[in-house]
């Protein structure tokens, strides 16, 4: 069952191919980066990202946004898996999972059992060796762009924001009105690129569920900013709000607790990935008997696939030989509101309602609106 799955729009309208359409509407093109998502010229420009906004949650909800919602709008897609430090590292570097190789919220360090948790990160795994291309903010850069990423003071130097987004001038700014007055000061610059993130309708969806009336007041905040935002800046400047993926809610009756149905550890030696797209690692010769069980277990519940498999579909693009070990010997992609949860493991995130990481339109499909 993957019907209802919505692939990423590699090489046209997926987060990769944004801050090289940026460049493109800037006047610096980068080389290697098809053509796919035209934005009008401008001499400068803010990308204004949204964790956790998925755009038919904001169609859904298009009465709590109503700035957001005048803007002109076109729909792209995250990347595989659907995840926050998958896609801020597709926009920062302009590519594709299989090739900047985060692949998911953890994932293994190959040659160990450990797991390389991509939002926390390890002392022990160095960011630029883990990532080693240079970014799209860093190429931008060098061609002469002022590039700024503004965020989190706590973000400034941390295994991902050197991922995915080094070459960019960082400057830390924790409140609203902060991270205004910073961008409008970075954005004076001309050609300029400014990155300004928001988490918070992220957690807020994590923490309470995206059908929560938390969920919508958060929303009408975020909206309330982006205008905001948008009314300090000059006209000459163009606003783009995208997201990095949506959320769907997962209540209890729809988990699956790999701690306690029989069967699905056996041949598992580390579970990795998310509760709505897991990377399981497998002992030996065990990957037969893994997808038998979990298929039987889960049914239509989830898509359950051999590597190789997920690989040939275009799941994460072109795959670098050096990432490849880092994927799951079977990757498990839940469909409806399904997730997969282990209680041992992973028990923070079987307190969370709202989740994300697979293929639905809900969780793939991310707005790009121009302002």
């Known amino acids: ?42 001499p400068s420009y803010v990308v204004f990202l949204v964790d956790g ?11 709590a946004a109503p700035y957001l919602s005048s803007l002109d709008a076109s729909t792209g897609t995250a990347g595989v898996p659907s995840t926050t430090a998958t896609s801020l590292t597709s926009l ?22 450990r797991l390389l948790n991509h939002l926390g990160w390890d002392q022990g795994v160095d960011p630029v060796e883990w990532q080693p291309h240079p970014t799209a903010f860093g190429r931008l ?60 309708l992220d957690w807020t969806g994590h923490k309470f569920g995206v059908a929560s009336s938390q969920w919508v007041q958060q929303l009408a905040m975020v909206d309330a900013q982006a205008e905001q935002l948008r009314e300090a800046l000059p006209s000459s400047t163009r606003l783009l709000v995208v997201a990095d993926h949506g959320m769907v809610d997962s209540p209890r009756g729809s988990r699956y607790d790999v701690d306690a149905i029989d069967g699905m550890r056996d ?3 580390l579970l990795g990935g998310e ?10 010769r065990a990957v037969p008997d893994v997808i038998a069980t979990w298929r039987s277990v889960l049914g239509v519940r989830a898509t359950v696939l ?42 923070y995130e079987d307190t969370l309602v ?15 609106l121009v302002g």
């Open 1 to 42: 069952m993957t019907g209802d799955f919505t692939p990423p729009a590699y090489g046209d309208r997926s987060l990769a191919d944004v801050i090289p359409a940026v460049g493109r509407a800037l006047g610096v093109a980068l080389d290697g980066h098809p053509a796919g998502l035209e934005l009008p010229p401008a």
């Open 141 to 200: 850069a060098q061609a002469g762009v002022h590039v700024t990423s503004v965020n989190k003071r706590d973000f400034d130097g941390s295994g991902l924001t050197v991922a995915s987004q080094r070459g960019a001038t960082y400057v830390g700014a924790d409140r609203v009105g902060e991270r205004i007055a910073a961008v409008v000061e970075a954005s004076a610059h001309r050609p300029s690129l400014t990155y300004v993130y928001d988490s918070d």
């Open 92 to 113: 920062g570097t302009g590519l594709v999972p299989g090739a900047h190789g985060l692949v998911g919220f953890t994932a293994r360090i190959p040659g160990t059992d």
């Open 306 to 347: 051999e590597r190789e498999d997920a690989i040939d579909r275009g799941w994460f693009g072109a795959v670098d030989p050096r990432v490849r070990a880092r994927l799951g010997d079977v990757m498990v992609a839940c469909h409806g509101d399904t997730a997969i949860v282990s209680t041992r493991d992973f028990a």
């Open 267 to 269: 041949g598992v030696f």
């Open 275 to 284: 509760a709505r797209f897991r990377h399981l690692y497998c002992s030996g």
């Open 354 to 368: 709202g989740l994300h990481g697979s293929l639905t339109s809900t969780e793939m499909l991310i707005p790009i």
């Open 53 to 63: 906004m998925g755009s038919e949650l904001l169609q859904r909800h298009a009465d």
